[in-house]
């Protein structure tokens, strides 16, 4: 392709836009449903009785968007895939709409659509349908991508932040910390002897092993904006009961834990892009807990608390020392401390 | 990790809980002047520990919760002059002056960018030369030494669009003010592990000289707070009030000379307005005659109010330690950490903070 | 009574020092320090060391906290030191 930087002409529909579509995207996210490029896919879905549909949507404007371990196109695709995954949905298909500034090189959006078109496989997903605009330089922070996905939620799956019951044990795949904080590492310049990446990647597989196990789960969230403190409460509010967690039972990998430690956050608020709490009645954490172990994205799941008819609508964290304090909902971004 | 791991060790903890317990015979309140202490105790829940006869009240030292209203709004002022490129620690952004904070001044339009260092403004300067960068300077002993050495640095470079705006305290005017004022019965001081790291552990003499009472300086571990805690009821015990380093690994008896002669250098005391505590004679710092050129104050000329309390706020009360966060009106009601009318809401040191986020369970 | 993390000092150059904190790196400035040499325990606060952290101290406190549980708990030793 000619150009070498996005100009607004490449979202006016023309010439440059078709080349854009065919030269970028097409290249990396060509598949039957999409390469007819109508103005929607059309396909058929085989819906047994009492199946349903899941639809989701999310937009991506992380900076910068390459870190270590990802991208905003791997972010893009995981975290529909995710939310969709989160309601026990299977993903089916995925679409993306970019929101380009002027200026932006296409080599990056190459870069960021090659990493779309990997992350999409390994979820065994496509893309099917797409948007792209271009905005004046300034408007737009580099590239902002919207994605939406629909899936199939099988009969009987009844997962939900309302579902949760005294008594379920609280499931946690695995470390967190590692999304947020390879972020923000690489936006402050801080490295590591060590690389701390960001664990994106698509939950699906986790999921539907969990559900192969027990499909009796009464939620799975990803603790994603506001970290896994925030998720808790959430879903502390959503179903009316008390939850308490054990800090010591909370995995943290030491990289995380010393660069929150340098810049004064708290790991329990930090975002994470490829793990899941899951809420499962006490009959079913066994199973669960070891269908997770079995699986790559799962070998360190751990329990971590439970789900009490105390406290309702309250967190509770048993501190390392023995003592309990409320885990509170992030207010506000978090800010670094001096004092 | 080296320094923190050992002293959050939780048996060692629960040791020094029993020797304050069999130790304690009298009921004692300490204060923690730090804001860094409130902090540390909440989160590590240590409150609910203690033998019910240690009382723990939260003192004034929080830089962020002693900026008055006034102060706040020459810095949204200047922050909102053309051309002008404020920078400033997170802790600032979200605190309500009576125009607004420095957060929603950002979303206005006003170019406010946190740093996590003073260098990190002067880095700022250096990539853009034909703007005004000022940095918000807040904090005490512990970050107005850094400063001072930022000030240095820009004048050896002559980095013509850098300037500081001072706010920065001093902490034993404070103490003296909350002491002299009687308003609060105090039987011993957690004094500022970090503070005291750069002015000396001589520094607290007063306390037991003028005042007699007990100060442990305690660094900000798990550990480091109930030695201090275990030495304060010690000495009230044994009514020997006396100035005890229990955070010996950092701290010396006569702190870090450098990083004095540096504030000597770059600073002037002068009397400072403290949110709750009014003017304080000699409590603020200013930048000297010869930095004259890096004083955001006298280079941005802007007209503010006095300051002004938001209506039934009791911050000032909190500061001094007369009121406990759950006993404002506000508290918890229209005064929010997603909605703080107060700066004690606001900071994360702020005690009203601390008490929500790390409510008792 | 502010966020201060310690760290190693790796390597020094000029008025700055390279730190690690659980393998973390960072480039502070030693403006504060100048005495500090590679080695050595930093204290860190907002890009600056304030301190350099004395071993000895810290292993002598820290060894406070094993004898009291050997001396039992009617000790009445004083933890650190006194300042006159």
Not at chain 2, 203 to 224: S, T, V, Y
Not at chain 2, 302 to 320: F, K, N
Not at chain 2, 336 to 353: D, F, I, N, T, Y
Not at chain 3, 23 to 52: C, E, W
């Amino acid at each position: 392709m000619p150009a070498d930087v996005i100009l607004l002409a490449h979202g006016s529909g023309g010439r440059l836009s078709h080349e854009l579509i065919r030269e970028v995207f097409l290249a990396h996210f060509g598949n039957a449903l999409l390469n007819p490029q109508d103005d929607s896919a059309v396909f058929p879905i085989d819906l047994p009785a009492g199946a349903r549909l899941a639809l989701t949507t999310d937009s991506y404007v992380v900076r910068p968007i390459f870190f270590p371990g990802g991208d905003i196109g791997t972010l893009a695709v995981c975290g529909t895939v995710n939310d969709l995954a989160m309601v026990g949905a299977r993903p089916l298909h995925l679409s993306a709409g970019f929101i380009l500034e002027e200026g932006l090189s296409v080599q990056d959006l190459t870069r960021v659509t090659a990493s779309m078109a990997r992350a999409a496989a390994d979820a065994g997903v496509a893309i099917v349908t797409g948007d792209t605009k271009v905005v004046e330089r300034g408007s737009a922070d580099g590239l902002f991508i919207n994605t939406a996905g629909v899936g199939v939620v099988a009969p009987g799956l009844s997962i939900s932040g309302s579902n949760v019951k005294p008594g379920d044990v609280i499931l946690l795949s695995g470390p967190i910390g590692a999304h947020g904080m390879a972020v923000l590492s690489q936006r402050e310049g801080l490295q590591f002897s060590f690389p701390l990446c960001s664990d994106c990647a698509p939950l699906n597989g986790l999921v539907a092993a969990m559900l192969a196990a027990k499909p009796n789960i009464h939620c799975l969230r990803d603790p994603t904006r506001g970290g896994l403190a925030t998720t808790l409460n959430e879903i502390a509010g959503q179903s009316h009961v008390g939850i308490e967690v054990d800090e010591v039972a909370i995995p943290v990998p030491e990289g995380v834990r010393a660069a929150c430690e340098l810049l004064g956050l708290d790991p329990l608020y930090v975002a994470n892009e490829g793990k899941l709490v899951a809420f499962v009645p006490p009959e079913a954490s066994g199973a669960v807990l070891l269908a997770m172990r079995a699986h790559p994205l799962g070998r360190e799941a751990t329990a971590i608390g439970l789900v009490t008819a105390e406290g309702l609508g309250r967190v509770v964290l048993r501190t390392a020392l023995g003592a309990r304090r409320v885990l509170d909902m992030l207010s506000g971004a978090q800010l670094p401390r001096i004092c | 990790m080296k320094y923190i791991d050992e002293f959050r060790d939780p048996q060692s903890v629960q040791r020094w809980l029993d020797r304050i317990r069999k130790r304690s015979t009298q009921p004692v309140r300490l204060m923690e002047f730090c804001g860094g202490h409130t902090h540390a105790i909440a989160r590590f829940g240590l409150r609910r520990l203690l033998p019910a006869s240690v009382q723990l009240l939260a003192g004034p030292g929080c830089p962020v919760c002693v900026t008055s209203s006034r102060d706040l709004d020459t810095a949204l002022a200047i922050a909102q002059l053309p051309g002008v490129i404020l920078t400033t620690f997170g802790d600032m952004l979200r605190v309500p002056g009576s125009q607004g904070s420095l957060e929603r001044a950002r979303a206005g339009g006003a170019d406010v960018r946190m740093v996590y260092s003073t260098l990190d403004a002067l880095a700022i300067a250096r990539s853009n030369p034909h703007r005004d960068v000022v940095f918000l300077g807040i904090g005490f002993e512990t970050t107005a030494p850094t400063v001072a050495a930022a000030a240095v640095q820009a004048g050896a470079e002559r980095l013509a669009n850098f300037s500081i705006l001072s706010l920065h305290k001093l902490t034993p005017p404070a103490m003296r003010a909350i002491l002299a004022a009687g308003e609060v019965r105090v039987s011993g001081i957690i004094g500022p592990g970090h503070v005291t790291t750069i002015i000396g552990a001589d520094a607290w003499q007063f306390l037991p000289r003028d005042h007699h009472i007990p100060c442990a300086i305690a660094g900000f571990e798990p550990l480091d707070i109930l030695q201090a805690i275990w030495a304060l009821v010690d000495m009230i015990e044994g009514a020997a009030p006396d100035v005890r380093n229990t955070y010996s690994r950092s701290v010396r008896p006569a702190g870090n000379r450098v990083a004095q002669g540096l504030l000597e250098r770059v600073f002037q005391t002068t009397d400072a307005e403290w949110r709750g505590l009014g003017t304080l004679a000699r409590s603020g710092l200013v930048l000297r005659e010869e930095f004259a050129t890096l004083d955001a104050a006298r280079r941005f000329c802007v007209q503010v109010g006095a300051s002004r309390e938001p209506a039934g706020c009791l911050c000032g009360q909190v500061l001094r330690g007369i009121t406990a966060p759950p006993e404002c009106p506000l508290f918890g009601k229209a005064c929010r950490l997603e909605h703080p009318v107060g700066p004690c809401m606001v900071s994360g040191e702020g005690a009203c903070a601390a008490y929500i986020q790390y409510g008792e369970a | 009574m502010c966020l201060a993390v310690p760290a190693r000092v790796l390597a020094i150059d000029a008025q700055e020092a390279e730190v690690e904190i659980g393998g973390v790196k960072r480039r502070i400035s030693i403006a504060l320090t100048p005495q500090v040499r590679a080695g050595d325990y930093v204290l860190i606060h907002t890009g600056f060391a304030i301190n350099v952290l004395d071993e000895a101290e810290a292993q002598e406190t820290l060894q406070l906290f094993a004898e009291i549980e050997a001396l039992g708990t009617q000790a009445s030793e004083e933890p650190g030191d006194e300042v006159h």
